[in-house]
C-alpha cells in the first residue's frame, strides 16, 4: 500500500486535474487518490493531492483561501470567458484608447473586497446533477446564480497596450469558490470592452504553495507530506497522550476538554507523531469529527 500523505502538483497547461489524479494513481500504485479543488486545463499550478487515508484531510483543505497569478486581456468578450473560447465580439480601437488607467483601477477596485461574483458558465458547478461546462458544451444555455465571494487583493503588477487589447498582468487573493475568469468578464463589462483570461496560474492554497510542488514529471518517488504535518498546516494542533487516542478513536469524548482547543477544530496528534484525526469542540467536550487509520504515521 501507498504511504498515506498529501502531494503538491503543479499542473502543466493542457492536462485536466482528473488527468494529474491518474498518473499519480500509476506512480504510486494506488486507486486512493482525490485533489482539493479543480483547476481549468488552460491553468497551471498548485494541486494539493491526497494520497490513501490522506484523501480524508482534503475535506479540511477544500475550503481554503488561494492566490493565482492571471493575465487579464481587455478588449474581448469570449464564450468561455477565458482564450480558449470563441470570441463573441471586439471592442473598436478608439473605446480601447479612451481607457484611462484610472478607469481600470477604479474597476479593479470596484472588484475588490466581499462582492457578489456570478460564476462563468462553463465552470464544475453541478446543475441538476450534470457539470456546468457539459451542459454549455451541449448547446445549453446556463446561467448561474450569484455567490457571495471575498477578493482580499486584486493587484495589477504590469500593463501593456496595443491598438486591439489591454493586457493586465494581475495577483489575486480570494476565498474559496471564487472564479477569476469572472473577474476578467466583469472588469471588461464595466469598462465596456469586455474582458476575458489568458492566462491563469494557482500559486497558492491556504499555507501550501507551488514552489513547494513537484512537477508531473516528478511524480515517482516524489516526496509527500505525512497526514499529521498535513493536517498541523491547516488547523492548529491538539496533542494527545496514547490513552486518549485510543478514546477519540473509539468513539470516546475527551470530558471536559473543549478548554484546549483554539478553534473549532483541532488536529489531535500523538506524541510519536501520528495523526489520530481531526476533533472538535462538543459543549465542554472533545469529540472526533473525522479519524485516520492507524496505519497513518
Known amino acids: 500500500m501507498a504511504t498515506p500523505g498529501i502531494l503538491l502538483v503543479d499542473k502543466p497547461g493542457g492536462l485536466t486535474s482528473h488527468d494529474v489524479v491518474g498518473r499519480t494513481r500509476r506512480a504510486f500504485g494506488t486507486r486512493k487518490v482525490g485533489h482539493a479543488g479543480t483547476l481549468d486545463p488552460m491553468a497551471t499550478g498548485l494541486l494539493v493531492i491526497g494520497i490513501e487515508g490522506a484523501t480524508r484531510l482534503l475535506t479540511y483543505i477544500v475550503g481554503a483561501d488561494k492566490t493565482y497569478e492571471a493575465t487579464i486581456r481587455l478588449g ?43 460564476p462563468s458558465a462553463v465552470s464544475a458547478i453541478k446543475v441538476d446533477g450534470r457539470r456546468a461546462y457539459d451542459r454549455v458544451r451541449a448547446g445549453e444555455e446556463v446561467v448561474l446564480p450569484p455567490r457571495d465571494v471575498v477578493v482580499s487583493r486584486f493587484d495589477v503588477v504590469a500593463r501593456r497596450r496595443d491598438d486591439h487589447a489591454i493586457d493586465l498582468d494581475v495577483v489575486v ?42 512537477t508531473i514529471d516528478a511524480l515517482e518517488g516524489a516526496p509527500v507530506l ?72
Open 76 to 118: 474581448a468578450v469570449t464564450s468561455t470567458d477565458d482564450a480558449e473560447g470563441e470570441i463573441l465580439h471586439r471592442a473598436d480601437e478608439s473605446a480601447l484608447a479612451a481607457i484611462e488607467e484610472a478607469a481600470i483601477d477604479a474597476g479593479v477596485a470596484a472588484l475588490t473586497g466581499a462582492i457578489s461574483q456570478v
Open 173 to 214: 487573493d480570494c476565498s474559496s469558490g471564487t472564479y477569476i475568469r469572472s473577474l476578467a468578464r466583469d472588469l471588461g463589462a464595466a469598462l465596456g470592452v469586455g474582458g476575458h483570461l489568458t492566462a491563469l496560474r494557482r500559486t497558492r492554497v491556504g499555507p501550501f504553495d507551488v514552489r513547494d510542488a513537484v
Open 226 to 297: 505525512t497526514p499529521a504535518a498535513a493536517a498541523g498546516r491547516v488547523l492548529s494542533v491538539l496533542p494527545v497522550t496514547a490513552d486518549e487516542a485510543r478514546d477519540l478513536r473509539h468513539g470516546k469524548r475527551l470530558a471536559g476538554q473543549a478548554v484546549r482547543l483554539d478553534g473549532p477544530l483541532a488536529a489531535a496528534i500523538e506524541d510519536d507523531g501520528t495523526l489520530v484525526g481531526i476533533v472538535e469542540k462538543r459543549g465542554a467536550d472533545v469529540k472526533s469529527a473525522m479519524n485516520m487509520p492507524e496505519v497513518s504515521r
